[in-house]
């Protein structure tokens, strides 16, 4: 081969760059933008979507039948002080909730959904405490240095009762399922801060799942060897993603008001039959007065009182505490001053939500 054939055809290269990018240069730039797009209701988008039919169900079901021959082994791992870290495509909750109804019926379970993104770990943290407290009551070793409600505690005072002397000596044992432990509400230093603390208490096990391609990132190796000690188990299960998508929101859609209502739906639906309950009283109220700004605080507490859903202020600052964390409830001043609690919905909404809610 003859060098300067290997030169003409550097030099033609790099004249043909330079021509493109004159001519580049001289093309009109488009005056479209994607603000222009008409985008469909995202209620249309979602029930368009669910209207696709799903394929290989027989194979997932399958493959998802043939993880229950791992649960012995789990089991064993999680008593033996290490937790367990599912990973794969497609969603684990199912999995999640079908090996925790099915081998840890003996045993206190608390669930976190992760993908929920206003969720706030400490009132997860709360409720571990409320179920260890609930067993060593049942054992009569419930100790006098913290006391409920444990609202009104430090994080610091929750992890030391979790992982305190009375704990240790007893064999009470709490199994805590996290959906999402890398979803957007947990993905922040701190949260994983207090996980990790959560899974070194000797009485605690922590049994998660991950989605992210980049969730290991977030750990260091203290947090992996020592805190959460994981053992990995890639467990694809190739199902589709329909309850922790439903949170967010479409590329290709406009939210709206009923997307709204739906999503308040699903989080009512892992709440307590008491928040629930207080969340009806409060859109009943603005249905029957739309014309006011909400439901005073001090109304709201007698009225709560009268049909036995709270027993104290504490108790109702706790549940309207997790409503405005879920974006459930919002609050707004009257004109004498007060805090008024009020639902961002339409009333024809409400009625609708009521109604699904039962």
Known sequence: MDPKDGDDDEFGFSRNYFLA????????????????????????????????????????ASLLNS????????????RCGFSLLMYGFGSKKALLEDFASTALTEFSVVVINGYLQPINIKHAVIAIADVLWDQLKEK????????????????EDLLSFLDGPHAKESDCFI??????????????SESQQYLARIASCSQVRLVVSIDHVNAPLLWDKKMVHTQF???????????PYKVEGVFFP?????????????????????????????????????????????????????????????????????????????ELVKTRRSADGQDCFYIPLASEALEKLLQELG
């Open 140 to 155: 009569r070793r419930t100790p006098n240095k913290i006391q409920q409600p444990f609202n009104s505690q430090s994080m």
């Open 250 to 326: 479409l590329i290709l859609a406009n939210s709206g008001t009923a997307q709204s209502a739906k999503t308040a739906i699903i989080v009512l639906q892992s709440l307590t039959p008491n928040a629930q309950s207080l969340f009806k009283v409060i859109a009943e109220y603005q249905i029957a007065n739309s014309d006011e700004e909400g439901l005073p605080m001090n109304k709201l507490y007698m009225m709560c009182r009268e049909r036995f859903l709270v027993s104290s202020q504490v108790t109702l600052n706790s549940h309207l505490t997790e409503f405005k964390d879920h």
């Open 67 to 78: 993880y229950k021959n791992l649960y012995s082994k789990w089991l064993l791992e999680l």
């Open 21 to 60: 990018k004159e001519i580049g240069g001289s093309v009109k730039k488009s005056s479209h933008k994607l603000s222009d797009i008409n985008l469909v209701d995202e209620e249309e988008l979602r029930e368009a979507t669910a209207g696709i039919a799903s394929k290989h169900e027989k194979e997932m």
């Open 175 to 188: 199994y805590v399922v996290v959906h999402n432990i890398d979803g957007p509400g947990l993905r922040d």
């Open 229 to 239: 000690k994981w053992c990995w188990y890639h467990v694809p299960t190739y199902a």
